[in-house]
């Protein structure tokens, strides 16, 4: 219905096609949240070019997606796509590049690459900002006293979580 009124490239329907393929998602069906995730994702670079915050999240979500198919290497070369714009488009003091390198630290950590995993955390707690201090750097705090204890460093370890 949204075609007929809109057309084939629109914002409107481009998100229609994102929440459709969140819908499969949450139902599992990651192969049809994938199939939609990236007609939306076309769409968007039709109607937006590459450098926008809109492609940037649905390459995200199609790595969130591919990450829980087991395709980890695609999954983390989505989400650094999906950082690298957002830090062009923000600049690195941003709660959504923060977010990214959280989602990047997880990511690493999930792979066992321990060195990118804990620069990945760091970056996120020096993007910090007001609107997202509060629940990304706690994660990524977090995160980073266990990649820490993990690497041999429980007296950093114990300052991270403490900060959290």
Do not use: F
């Amino acid at each position: 219905m949204q075609q007929k009124i809109y057309g084939d490239e629109h914002p409107e329907v481009a998100a229609t096609l994102s929440w459709i393929g969140s819908t499969y998602e949450a139902q599992g069906d990651l192969v049809r949240a994938l199939e939609y995730q990236e007609r939306c994702l076309a769409m968007e670079q039709k109607i937006h070019g590459d450098e926008h915050p809109e492609v940037a999240t649905t390459l995200s979500v199609i790595g969130k997606i591919q990450k829980l198919r087991g395709e980890l290497d695609e999954a983390l070369r989505l989400r650094q796509a999906a950082r690298d714009i957002r830090i062009r488009i923000y600049g690195d003091a941003h709660g959504r590049v923060a977010l990214s390198h959280l989602r990047l630290a997880e990511l690493h950590a999930e792979r066992e690459e321990p060195a990118p995993e804990r620069a990945s955390y760091e970056a996120c707690i020096a993007a910090r900002t007001e609107d997202r201090a509060s629940d990304d750097v706690n994660r990524a705090r977090v995160g980073y006293a266990a990649c820490l204890l993990r690497q041999g460093d429980p007296a950093l370890a114990a300052e991270q979580a403490r900060l959290a």
